[in-house]
């Protein structure tokens, strides 16, 4: 009866790579490149997205509950700075799903609904926008490049995230 060998597992292949080769300028150079590119993933500053999509800080939410306001857009400030949204899944063809807060008033509620007739409210909901209790969540999925920038482009909205329907 013929028996194979047993394959030898990652580990092993790597002690016998070790104790019975030298380092060859190919693996050295493979090796240098891997860690290279680690290093840089690693230490790369976060991008406008990832900064805008990060939960809020307990303290932006007392400021926000004290009623405090966000400065109006400046001249070099468009809508666009307010959507936390991967830019190149927008388009005007398909709409991606997204969620903001919203001040409680009908008024403002139904202005919105104007623009997109997807959006549902929550009132007290905090989803992982970080609403406070005088604010509606706000939940949409027609959200397609021209609804959010006009969204955006209101004044009492500040920020629309992705929603992930958790």
Request: aromatic share 6%; net charge positive.
């Amino acid at each position: 009866m013929n028996r194979l060998a047993p394959i030898p597992t990652v580990a092993e292949r790597a002690l016998e790579d070790r104790s019975t080769k030298r380092q060859t300028p190919l693996r050295f150079a493979r090796w240098a490149a891997v860690t290279l590119l680690f290093v840089t993933a690693c230490a790369a500053p976060p991008t406008a997205n990832q900064r805008a999509t990060r939960p809020p800080s307990p303290r932006s939410s007392q400021r926000a509950a004290q009623g405090a306001t966000q400065p109006a857009l400046s001249q070099t400030q468009t809508p666009m700075h307010k959507i936390a949204i991967d830019p190149s899944a927008l388009d005007d063809a398909h709409g991606v799903a997204y969620e903001f807060c919203l001040p409680q008033d009908e008024a403002k509620q139904a202005e919105v609904r104007g623009i997109d007739s997807t959006l549902q409210f929550y009132p007290g909901g905090r989803g992982r926008i970080g609403c406070t209790t005088e604010q509606f969540l706000c939940i949409g999925s027609g959200g397609t490049r021209s609804v959010l920038l006009k969204l955006a482009s209101l004044d009492y909205i500040t920020r629309i995230g992705p929603f992930y329907g958790e």
